[in-house]
C-alpha cells in the first residue's frame, strides 16, 4: 500500500518542473528521477544533532539541530516540554547556510533546564517526519 501511495505521489509530483529538476539533480549511478522521488516518498529525513550547548533556559538563547533527507529537507521544527510533560514552547527553525544545520532560538525563559525534553521534528518534501529527542 505505502509503495503503491508512492509510486502514484512520484509521478505526480514530478509534473512539477522545479521539482523534476531537483529529483533529476539527485539522480545518479543509473536512478531516474522516478525512482528518486519513490525512494524519497518511502524515506523519512533524520535528525543527527541535537546541540543544547548554548541553551541555558534564557530567552534568545539557541538550540542547533542537523537534519539530513534523500532530497531535501523542507522545515525543522522544536519543540521543549517540562518534566510534567507541559509544552513549554515550540516553534520553526532557521535554516543555516551551512550545510544541513537548523537553528531555533528560545521564545520562553524557564528557571531550570533539569528534566525538560527537547524534540527536533524534520519534515521532507513529501511530508515525511523524522523526529529526535533529548533531555536535559
Known sequence: ERFR???AWAKEILKDPDLYELYLSRARDGKTPYTVALTDYLRPPKILLIDTANYTGAEGDEVIVSAVDD????????????????QVE????TRSQFGNFWTYVATTG????AGLTITARATDIPGNKGESQVTL
Open 5 to 7: 501511495n508512492g509510486a
Open 71 to 86: 532530497v531535501k529537507v523542507m522545515q525543522v521544527e522544536v519543540a521543549i516540554t517540562g518534566p510534567n510533560g507541559v
Open 90 to 93: 515550540n516553534g520553526v527553525c
Open 110 to 113: 524557564v528557571e531550570t533546564t
